[in-house]
């Protein structure tokens, strides 16, 4: 069910010189934003879990209550895996713009080291914490 294109044109080659990049900056990262960098910019996550909480809910209940093995059961589970993918995807793609952002930008960075399997001990924040994607970053 999934489709990509590719296309490929031949253009004559204009490289671009590389853009400026400033110094050093730090990157705190949050569970209330994404992250904030030294310079005070505040990058907020895509929270693609939160947002669809609910409708993930809906569709774990649905699968629970179909009967094994039954065809009604595997497009239930279908759903629920395509949503889970497009959390995922979209989970990805927010810390591929962040993190391209940051390295075009700066030339040296400095990023908290986290504890991201004992962050995700504490039942209150475990959630959010797995929403915004510490790991995958």
Not at 49 to 67: D, F, P
Not at 68 to 86: D, F
Not at 88 to 103: E, F, K, M, P
């Amino acid at each position: 069910g999934h489709w990509y294109a590719s296309i490929t044109v031949d253009i004559e080659d204009q490289l671009q010189p590389p853009a400026e990049t400033q110094g050093a900056v730090g990157v705190d990262f949050g569970v209330s934003a994404l992250a904030t960098l030294s310079t005070s910019e505040v990058f907020n996550g895509p929270k693609a879990l939160r947002t669809r909480l609910a409708q993930l809910q809906r569709l774990s209940r649905e699968v629970s209550r179909k009967v094994k093995g039954s065809r009604n059961r595997a497009k239930a589970k279908a759903k629920l895996a395509r949503l889970y993918a497009q959390i995922a995807d979209l989970r990805r793609n927010g810390l591929h713009q962040l993190s391209t952002y940051i390295t075009r930008r700066f030339h040296t960075i400095g990023i908290e080291d986290l504890n991201v399997k004992g962050m995700l001990g504490n039942r209150y924040l475990a959630r959010a914490i797995a929403d915004m994607g510490f790991g995958e970053l």
